[in-house]
């Protein structure tokens, strides 16, 4: 029977064990037992005899003797001894016995040289070694998960490493692009974590994908390539990557895992898939791009269709056109009229990155860098300037 450290009496010997060995030393057969052979494999004369309490009797086949505990105790004891000196032993000699294995995987990967405390790493086993290295004493984790979802195994295999710096009182902060809410996957993932203490958003701006364990290193992928990473321990170039983050953080939205969209999210991947749809993308490609199920895109193209009264994708992008046509209409004149553009972006219910793009066109069109702004119509002003033209 093994025993652990530090463990509780009951632990050691169990209730049932100590019955049986105190009816043994009650019985008339003064501290001995008849046990069948096909009883030795009981668990808990097996019990007995694994910590010495019951020793066979050589005289009498078939009979066990009742032994004193204490000689019991001094035998398991020093077995116990010997098996800890030999494990100390064991852990004294190891990195001797691993030093060839050790200087072979040195050469097969040779760390590159740091440069001002950034330094390559290339493959995905050796980046997953390294990242678990630095989470497994991590107390503050923050990180940027751009492209959508992550795959369910991926997700399957850090849960429980991120769920580990929960538990030890950690933080975690996470930020995901909005798409990324429709995955069951990363439902279930955001539920376990934010249940946990963790806290999830979701951003609708491009990004960049980092790690930042404890605010003094930094995990990015070196010119986006995923199978080749730089881990930063540069202190001028983590404020820089922590302030971006900020940022974006203050920018997003809450997750927690809900099944309920967010309607400014709803609204915005609609805004995105109505412009890749003026593009000429069709609904599978516009799916891809934007890492939602086919299902999930062609779900919005019909919202969208019967926001339009319109039967067809051909009929959608017609009326979308259309209805560009009276939006650029609608910026010229309140461009015209003086107002500013982040009152045109209120007014019309654009974002000002929406808003940017119609003034972009229609400054191609006049083919000018910047556009006419004439005072407000109806004062005294006015009719100055109207005089002198």
């Known amino acids: ?19 049986l060995y105190m009816e043994i030393l009650k019985s008339r057969e003064g501290g001995r037992i008849r046990i069948p052979e096909d009883s030795c494999a009981d668990p808990v004369i097996s019990e007995l005899i694994g910590l010495g309490l019951l020793e066979e009797d050589f005289d009498h086949l078939g009979w066990f003797v009742a032994v004193d505990p204490q000689q019991a105790t001094a035998k398991k004891a020093a077995t116990f001894h010997a098996d800890a000196v030999g494990l100390l032993q064991r852990a004294a000699s190891l990195p001797a016995a691993m030093r060839e294995v050790t200087l072979a995987y040195q050469d097969a ?9 950034i330094t390559r790493v290339r493959g995905a086993v050796r980046i997953n070694q390294l990242l678990d290295g630095l989470l497994d004493v991590c107390q503050d984790l923050i990180t940027v998960q751009p492209g959508g979802a992550r795959p369910g195994p991926v997700l399957k295999r850090v849960v429980n490493r991120d769920l580990a710096v929960l538990e030890r ?4 902060r996470t930020i995901y692009q909005p798409t990324a809410r429709y995955d069951p996957a990363t439902i279930s993932y955001v539920r376990e974590i934010t249940a946990a203490g963790g806290q999830v958003r979701t951003l609708d701006e491009p990004f960049a994908r980092l790690i930042v364990a404890d605010g003094h290193t930094a995990v990015i992928p070196v010119a986006g390539d995923t199978g080749q990473a730089a881990f930063i321990r540069e202190e001028a170039v983590i404020a820089y990557l ?13 997750f927690t895992g809900e099944r309920e969209v967010p309607v400014e999210v709803t609204d915005a991947l609609k805004r995105r898939i109505l412009q890749m749809l003026l593009a000429g993308k069709q609904h599978a490609q516009i799916a891809r791009e934007l890492s939602l199920s086919v299902r999930t895109a062609a779900r919005y193209l019909a919202e969208l269709r019967t926001e339009f009264g319109v039967e067809s994708l051909y009929q959608l ?13 609608a910026v010229v004149r309140m ?18 990155q929406t808003l940017d793009q119609h003034l972009d066109e229609l400054r191609r069109v006049i083919g000018t860098d910047t556009l006419p702004q004439l005072d407000p119509i109806g004062g005294a002003d006015d009719s100055t300037a109207a005089a002198e033209r």
Do not use: K, T
Request: hydrophobic residues 50%; aromatic residues 4%.
């Open 317 to 329: 992008g017609y009326a979308v056109r259309a209805a560009q046509g009276d939006l650029q209409l």
């Open 242 to 254: 922590l302030a971006g983050f900020e940022r974006q953080w203050s920018l997003a939205l809450p």
């Open 1 to 19: 029977m093994d025993v652990e450290a530090g463990a509780a009496p009951e632990d050691v010997l169990s209730q049932a064990a100590r019955d």
């Open 169 to 172: 009182g950690g933080m975690i």
């Open 335 to 352: 461009v015209l009229v003086g107002d500013e553009h982040a009152e045109i972006a209120r007014a019309l219910g654009l974002d000002m």
């Open 109 to 117: 990967h040779p760390p590159q040289a740091s440069v001002a405390g």
